[in-house]
């Protein structure tokens, strides 16, 4: 009888441990596009600003040149797409996503299926 409650009480137990692990994970589109969804982005060749927004659209700011873009983020959350409206041939991807905090996000960026990367950070 003892060994009945205990075996009930360890699936309770780790049914609690499962559903608040599943519930913490961050959810990435979500961080992008919370509050104003802007975003200060910096490479080792410049940046910009960049608007996520909620649609799969987004806005990159460089310099006052703006260009409308839309982005993918993988089932993993561990890549991030972005194609550009008018040359949708011009792609970049940023992978190894790792959120360090609400406010920063750091991945590599790849160019057009580029093998090459560059460190990217983006800050809110």
């Known amino acids: 009888m003892k060994k009945k409650y205990f075996v009930i009480t360890l699936v309770g137990l780790l049914s609690v441990i499962l559903f608040a692990g599943c519930g913490s994970k961050n959810d990435l589109k979500e961080m992008l596009t919370e ?3 802007r975003w200060e982005m910096s490479t080792p060749k410049g940046g910009g600003n960049i608007e996520f927004f909620e ?3 987004a806005k990159l700011d460089d310099d006052g040149d703006i ?3 839309s982005y993918t ?7 991030l797409t972005l194609v550009m ?3 949708e041939d011009v792609k970049s991807t940023i992978k ?3 959120i360090e905090d ?3 996000i750091k991945g590599d960026l790849f160019q057009n299926d580029d093998s090459e990367s560059a460190p990217i950070k983006l800050v809110k």
């Open 67 to 69: 260009e409308k873009m």
């Open 55 to 57: 649609d799969g659209s």
């Open 35 to 37: 509050g104003s969804g």
């Open 85 to 87: 409206e008018d040359y």
């Open 73 to 79: 983020i993988n089932e993993e959350q561990t890549s």
């Open 102 to 104: 609400e406010q920063t």
């Open 96 to 98: 190894n996503i790792k």
